[in-house]
């Protein structure tokens, strides 16, 4: 007969074969996390709605050749937009974890577009996936830590926030030019000083981008990110402020500058094998940066060590070594090792997320 003892443990008085299982399975659940493996914090997730995932995506103008080229990426084909794209996705990025160097991934979610006051702006968003969805599939596959993304105008923001982080988010991620998020805002003073308390990591993108349509170009300033980090949360500069198009802002120098200023401020890899963006490399290896880079890959986003090799980054042998892998999260890793990227910058961030 079973006694439990907490929620999350069961200890069985008859039998010490029982007792010795239940034990190891309480384990497995509250560490998941080998901190000794590299972990890849920026991995999206997308989806149609197929099988009720509650996902939606709107792809219109010139993002769709972009987004089939994403899928050929991953190894999906076309049709895949149409068809079961939430499963196709997960078990795409199943099979790539089981085959990668990879411990986890922290796998995202994308709230909807809002305005200031913290209403869905209708027919503005291109793509969403719900807290819940990250949230059950974390639960269900331990490869997988969940993001949640809460726009933080909302008027149920923190009560949302708080809800979440019970239900075992990790991170909280939002897009401040795509998602219409000034972060900066003194409204949201109460959100920031919220997520300080329940140590949860905010992941904001920095930088241009061009695979998502951009609503508010100057919230892709680092220094907006002044706010959250004033109020003592631990902030992730998703690409560290690097540009993605040639007409893009370059921010790289101010997120450098800052990092100088807030201990609690970082810089992810993550579409560093996308031509402009990883221009910097050789900035981020050394200190006072090399610190501060946590490692992702922006999974679907397309991995070509090409662009790293041209600027002298990687190896011939390298590059073609990485280009001859099918599987683009190993791909990433690969790279990044092979730039030169220290080991603690794959697990660092485990330090950073809010684990159980
Ligand atoms: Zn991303």
């Keep these: ?195 300080a308390e329940v140590k949860l990591p905010l992941l904001a993108h920095t930088g241009g981008e061009h695979t998502l349509p951009v609503v508010r170009p100057e919230f892709s300033d680092p220094r907006t990110l002044q706010l959250p980090l004033e109020c003592g949360v631990t902030v992730i500069a998703a690409h560290s402020g690097t540009k993605s198009g040639l007409t893009d802002p370059e921010y790289f120098h101010i997120f450098a500058e800052m990092t100088q200023r807030f201990p609690n401020l970082y810089g992810d890899t993550s579409a560093f094998n996308v031509p402009l963006r990883g221009r910097h490399v050789r900035k981020c290896l050394v200190e006072p940066l090399a610190s501060r880079m946590v490692h992702g890959s922006d999974f679907p986003v397309p991995v070509n060590g090409l662009w790293a090799w041209m600027r002298g980054f990687v190896s011939w042998k390298d590059y073609r070594q990485a280009q001859r892998n099918p599987n683009i999260l190993e791909r990433d890793y690969q790279l990044k090792v092979a730039m030169g990227f220290a080991p603690e910058s794959f697990t660092r961030i485990s330090k950073l997320l809010r684990l159980p």
């Design 1 to 195: 007969m079973g006694v439990p003892v907490n929620q999350k443990q069961i200890i069985f008085v008859s039998g010490g074969k029982t007792f010795y299982a239940a034990v190891k399975l309480s384990m497995n659940q509250t560490s998941r996390i080998d901190p000794t493996k590299p972990i890849d914090m920026h991995v999206h997730i997308v989806g149609n709605g197929t099988g009720g995932t509650g996902c939606w995506l709107r792809v219109t103008g010139w993002h769709r050749p972009l987004a089939r080229l994403m899928l050929r990426q991953v190894g999906l084909p076309g049709s895949a937009m149409t068809g079961d794209l939430d499963g196709l996705v997960v078990a795409r990025l199943l099979e790539m974890m089981r085959t990668s160097s990879l411990g986890a991934a922290v796998i995202l979610a994308q709230d909807d577009v809002h305005d200031e006051n913290g209403k869905v702006m209708p027919g503005v968003g291109s793509f969403y996936v719900p807290n819940d969805y990250v949230l059950a599939l974390a639960k269900k596959h331990r490869e997988f830590l969940p993001a949640v993304s809460i726009h933080p105008a909302r008027p149920d923001a923190i009560e949302e926030l708080d809800r979440c982080v019970a239900a075992g988010a990790v991170m909280m991620k939002c897009l401040p030019n795509c998602q219409n998020i000034n972060c900066s805002d003194r409204r949201l003073t109460k959100f920031w000083e919220r997520m």
